[in-house]
């Protein structure tokens, strides 16, 4: 059973920083791309970011490029999203996904398991 548990999220005033951690299971985590996605009440989801199985690639909107970073560490089946100079805009749910190809694309559908959500606010 494939499991994506996301952890790290919170309160931050903006201006700061939160790193967020998705940790799987249930999988062969060097075998999938991961990616993060978000979503605010009354909005689309989102792209945030993408990294390639072996980390070698990333993707990012302009959204969020300079602000965040995506890393993975495969020894701990773990991938990592770290925010800086957050915005009162970065307010949303946060999803971390991931994909059974070596793309590090935007389209969810390239995403075969998502996990569960932790939620990000920021106030201004």
């Known amino acids: 059973q494939v499991q994506l548990v996301e952890s790290g999220g919170g309160l931050v005033q903006a201006g700061g920083s939160l790193r967020l951690s998705c940790a799987a299971s249930?999988?062969?985590?060097?075998?999938?791309?991961m990616g993060w996605f978000r979503q605010a009440p009354g909005k689309e989801r989102e792209f945030v970011a993408a990294?390639?199985?072996?980390?070698?690639?990333?993707n990012y909107p302009d959204s969020v490029k300079g602000r965040f970073t995506i890393s993975r560490d495969n020894a701990k089946n773990t991938v990592y999203l770290q925010m800086n100079s957050l915005k009162p805009e970065d307010t949303a749910a946060y999803y971390c996904a991931a994909g059974r190809t070596n793309r590090v694309g935007s389209d969810p559908t390239l995403y075969n398991y998502w996990g569960q959500g932790t939620q990000v606010t920021v106030s201004s």
């Open positions: 990294i390639s199985r072996s980390g070698d690639s990333t």
């Open positions: 249930g999988l062969t985590f060097i075998s999938y791309s």
